[in-house]
């Protein structure tokens, strides 16, 4: 069975950074692309970051280009995202969901963790 | 960047009746890639649909979806308790993947 289960979430103040983590089993780690896909509270759900099964290839929403980082280390079956420069419009549940091939591209979301709360506020 | 509009914003139907919900993109959607997905109160999303019609493993068959191009449904034949909760639509033929605003169903 896939888990995926993310972690690093807290409360940041602005113009801080933050590392989130998402620990994957029940699957080859490294056969698929990996999303973080993020939820502001009470709204819709948000595309942030996509990294192909390699690491070779990432993308990036305009709203986080620049200031965040997706990578992934396939060792560990551990997904993560380096956040700088936090704003308080990054106030969300994040959440890390696998793709279903090893592209990068033109993927929806399998399979979902239950997220990790960042809140950005002084 | 691909803009979905779901509607309605919220549809009040009772158990046992049929549930229709609409996803219309600004532009075409490449090769049809749309999904959509169910969200239950304080859960994750889960991913019903793919490829427009294909139903994710599990999803049971009063789950339904069709459309082409700009304009795409969903439909759950019969709602079951179970079914009251948010339904987003999401393309990913082009980046940024975009989803939509979102669907309410809730119990009348």
């Known amino acids: 069975e896939v888990q995926l289960v993310e972690s690093g979430g807290e409360l940041v103040q602005p113009g801080g950074s933050l590392r989130l983590s998402c620990a994957a089993s029940?699957?080859?780690?490294?056969?698929?692309?990996m999303n973080w896909v993020r939820q502001a509270p009470g709204k819709g759900l948000e595309w942030v970051s996509v990294?192909?099964?390699?690491?070779?290839?990432?993308d990036y929403a305009d709203s986080v280009k620049g200031r965040f980082t997706i990578s992934r280390d396939n060792s560990k079956n551990t997904l993560y995202l380096q956040m700088n420069s936090l704003r308080a419009e990054d106030t969300a549940i994040y959440y890390c969901?696998?793709?279903?091939?090893?592209?990068?591209?033109?993927?929806?979301?399998?399979?979902w963790g239950q997220g990790t709360l960042v809140t950005v506020s002084a | 960047e691909i803009v979905l509009t779901q509607s309605p914003g919220t549809l009040a139907l009772s158990p046992g009746e049929r549930a229709t919900l609409s996803c219309r993109a600004s532009q075409g959607v490449d090769n049809n890639n749309l999904a959509w997905y169910q969200q239950r109160p304080g859960q994750a999303p889960r991913l019903l649909m793919f490829?427009?019609?294909s139903r994710a493993t599990g999803i049971p068959d009063r789950f339904s979806g069709s459309g082409s191009g700009t304009d795409f449904s969903l439909t759950i034949s019969r709602l079951e308790p179970e079914d009251f909760a948010v339904y987003y639509c999401?393309?990913?033929?082009?980046?940024?993947?975009?989803f939509g605003g979102g669907t309410k169903v809730e119990i009348k």
């Open positions: 999401q393309q990913y033929g082009s980046s940024p993947l975009t």
């Open positions: 969901a696998k793709a279903p091939r090893r592209s990068g591209s033109s993927n929806y979301c399998d399979y």
């Open positions: 029940g699957l080859t780690f490294s056969s698929f692309a």
């Open positions: 990294i192909s099964g390699s690491g070779s290839t990432t």
């Open positions: 490829g427009v019609s």
